[in-house]
């Protein structure tokens, strides 16, 4: 197939466009760069880690994923497979710090943690895992909403404090009482989206 | 009874069902899998997009990446690899002869170099051939999260000099290399394997 577009491979399922990845086609490993960039980017702040390291972590990882890219067994699996690999990614980043830099423990400052204070000796927790991958099916799902459904969905799921009817009526300039069914709707097309049997 | 209707399955989860309709919904849920389905989609997805913290990583982090996978691919077609070659820029850690004493007496016997291109050390030691004008470089690869040697074994060790292939050896069963009759000079050395490059640029083979 003749890939057109970047909205073309963007389209492609996770095991199409791993496929075009391992035939070495750089712009379906940029679009798996974009589609997995929040879900690698986050997982070095769960354990505390800075934004310049979190930086060197989500470099890592993509170059390990281009070194095991033709031995991944199962790709419809690439976001498990990412996630496992980012979290040893900061293991070893932690346990480096640690074996080869001591001086980290006297540049601690309120900035936050050290380096070697956030290693997390256990695997992910199977339970954590599902989470984050559930997290990052449902945000997917959300940017395919068309855009009124987009933004009430992230009012009311993304907001510090969840949005009243009240919030989204005013926000979005409709009357309070279609919010409850604009809502159901929404999550009818988000459910549809996320791949979920009705 | 029939179905509650998807919105009301929602509003039930959300708790903003009246108190009937909410005993109505309960009744309901305990026989009939399908809306008790809907209600456990619903639920999960809400409280899992509720408590989702993860932010998008700033454009330069996103662009930096690109731009060494776009290297990766470029190696790869230089070598004649199919895919991409990850490449990897080594950084130097730690020179014997840096930062140099004010008393340095200039020459020395023999110089230890430590490249870092994680996940691998590469340790170099720069001494005397035995010959004028000519050095030993001898050096060994080390993968820091691998207790084996599988990851260091034949690898392909290249010199460059001034972009011209200068000499070619070949790692052993625990990642040593060695190279004798090596003129002095500022060398770029290529470390290949299957999938990967690890790249020690400008590298001092001089001992002074």
Redesign the interface.
């Known amino acids: 197939m003749t890939i057109r577009s970047r909205q073309e491979l963007e389209e492609l399922e996770d095991a199409a466009l791993v496929r075009r990845c ?3 086609d ?1 712009a379906a ?2 679009a798996l ?2 589609r997995y ?3 690698v ?2 997982i070095p ?1 769960r354990y505390g880690m800075r ?1 310049e390291v ?2 060197d972590v ?3 990882v ?3 994923m ?5 031995t991944i067994k199962d790709p419809q699996k690439i976001a498990s497979w990412l996630i496992t690999t980012t979290v ?1 990614e900061c293991w ?1 980043v932690s346990e ?1 710090a640690r074996r080869e830099l001591p001086i980290l423990d006297e540049s601690h400052d309120d900035d936050g943690p050290t380096l070697h204070e956030v290693a997390d000796p256990h695997p992910i927790a199977e339970e954590e895992q599902m ?1 984050l991958e ?2 990052h099916r ?2 997917s799902a ?1 940017s395919l909403l068309p855009e009124r459904c987009r933004q009430l969905v992230e009012l009311l ?2 907001s510090e404090e ?1 949005a009243s009817y009240a919030d989204v009526a005013k926000k979005l300039g409709m009357p309070v009482d279609s919010v ?2 604009t ?2 709707r929404c ?2 097309k ?2 549809r989206y ?1 791949g ?1 049997p009705k | 009874m029939p179905c509650s209707a998807f919105q009301t399955l929602v509003d039930f989860v959300d708790g903003l069902t009246t108190k009937e309709e909410r005993q109505s919904v309960a009744l309901h849920l305990e026989g009939c899998a399908r809306c008790a389905a809907t209600v456990e989609w619903y639920s999960s997805v809400r409280d899992a997009a509720r408590a989702d913290r993860s932010a998008e990583p700033p454009s330069w982090v996103v662009e930096r990446t690109i731009s060494a996978i776009a290297d990766a691919r470029e190696a790869a077609r230089r070598r004649g690899v199919k895919g991409f070659l990850a490449r990897i820029k080594a950084v130097l850690v730690a020179d014997s002869l840096s930062p140099s004493p004010a008393y340095s007496r200039g020459a020395v016997d023999a110089r230890q170099l430590l490249y870092s291109a994680q996940p691998f050390d590469v340790d170099l030691l720069v001494a005397e051939a035995g010959e004028p004008d000519r050095l030993r470089v001898a050096g060994q690869v080390l993968a820091l999260d691998d207790d084996t040697f599988e990851e260091v074994v034949q690898l392909t060790v290249e010199l460059e000099l001034d972009g011209q292939l200068a000499a070619v050896a070949e790692t052993s069963s625990i990642g040593e290399f060695e190279f004798g009759g090596v003129a002095p000079g500022r060398y770029d050395i290529h470390i290949l394997g299957e999938q990967r490059e690890l790249v020690l640029a400008d590298v001092p083979l001089v001992l002074e």
């Not at chain 1, 281009?66 to 033709?70: A, G, M, N, T």
């Open positions: 391992v035939e070495g750089e490993l940029a760069v974009h960039q929040r879900l980017y986050s702040f934004p979190a930086a989500f470099q890592a993509w170059l390990r281009i070194e095991k890219l033709p040893r070893r480096r989470l559930l997290q449902v945000r959300v799921f993304y969840p409850g069914p809502r159901a999550f009818e988000l459910r996320m979920d």
